[in-house]
């Protein structure tokens, strides 16, 4: 059977109103009325859990009345915000073995036909050294038709945060090993990129990026189109809705539904299917 994953990044933050009036409620919301027609589906977070510190009170306080009624079936990356106080203790002692190995933050594991991978965006030069030759390994021992990789700092975006060219060596591996997702955070939007190479050129032997930032945090403007975009919004928050089939997969966004007091805009809508390599 397809295996249905949700994935959302940059999620809790109650500095302006309680957990269960937040947009982290909203979006987690979208997840659970869709959990009784896929009761094994998994949530994919992309970083920055809670704000602004990502402390474990934070952790308690904030994303557990939300988010956390997943925490069973999350497999989770680090954010930026998680390693305010240098070491991310917050972020690991919430999610356990979950978060992969204390102070890395990478792991694997296959589900549904596919091959999952988690990375870490925020190490020093001496642990993403490590990480890579991890990668390397990692993926020359699971040979997959279909992988997905995720982390919080994209490589490719037109959000407010500048291009993570730290990530382009591990862009590289996974495009050599035929992957073909990979999710980020980070900027406070939704964006789809056509599949690229590690150079940004449209390739269709390349990844496709979702930038999914819409988890809860507080939505942030575009700089101009950076190509090869090929839908973004920062207007509502929302979740990406994968469904992958063991040769290929679909995506829509779910978008939160504004209340009536809000700016009118149209809900965004963005679906489409496409095949493995």
């Not at 680090?78 to 978060?99: C, I, R, V």
């Not at 642990?127 to 040979?143: K, S, V």
Request: charged share 20%; net charge negative; proline share 8%.
């Amino acid at each position: 059977m397809p295996l249905t994953v949700f994935a959302a990044g940059d999620i809790a933050d109650c500095r302006y109103s309680r957990p269960r009036y937040s947009d982290a409620a909203a979006t987690a919301a979208l997840i659970q009325s869709r959990l009784a027609t896929a009761p094994d589906a998994l949530v994919l977070t992309l970083g920055d859990h809670t704000y602004p510190y990502g402390r474990a009170e934070e952790f308690t306080h904030c994303y557990a009345p939300t988010w956390g009624a997943f925490r069973d079936r999350t497999r989770p990356v680090p954010g930026n915000h998680e390693y305010h106080d240098g070491s991310a203790g917050g972020y690991y002692d919430y999610f356990g073995a979950q978060a992969g190995p204390r102070g890395r933050g990478w792991y694997s594991f296959d589900a549904g036909g596919w091959h999952f991978v988690a990375l870490n965006s925020h190490l020093d030069r001496g642990l993403h050294a490590e990480q890579l030759a991890w990668l390397r390994d990692d993926l020359a021992r699971h040979p997959a038709r279909c992988t997905l990789a995720w982390w919080h700092a994209p490589m490719y975006s037109s959000g407010g945060h500048p291009r993570n060219t730290k990530m382009r060596d591990v862009w590289q591996v996974l495009v050599e090993a035929g992957a073909e997702l990979a999710l980020a955070g980070h900027d406070h939007d939704y964006e789809r990129f056509a599949p690229m190479d590690a150079d940004g050129r449209v390739d269709p032997r390349g990844m496709r990026q979702f930038v999914v930032g819409t988890g809860g945090a507080i939505l942030t403007p575009f700089r101009p189109w950076a190509p090869p975009g090929e839908s973004r919004q920062a207007t509502h928050h929302g979740v990406l809705r994968l469904t992958l089939r063991e040769d290929g997969y679909d995506w829509a966004f779910l978008p939160v539904e504004l209340g009536w007091s809000e700016f009118a805009v149209p809900p965004p809508r963005d679906s489409g299917s496409a095949q493995c390599h």
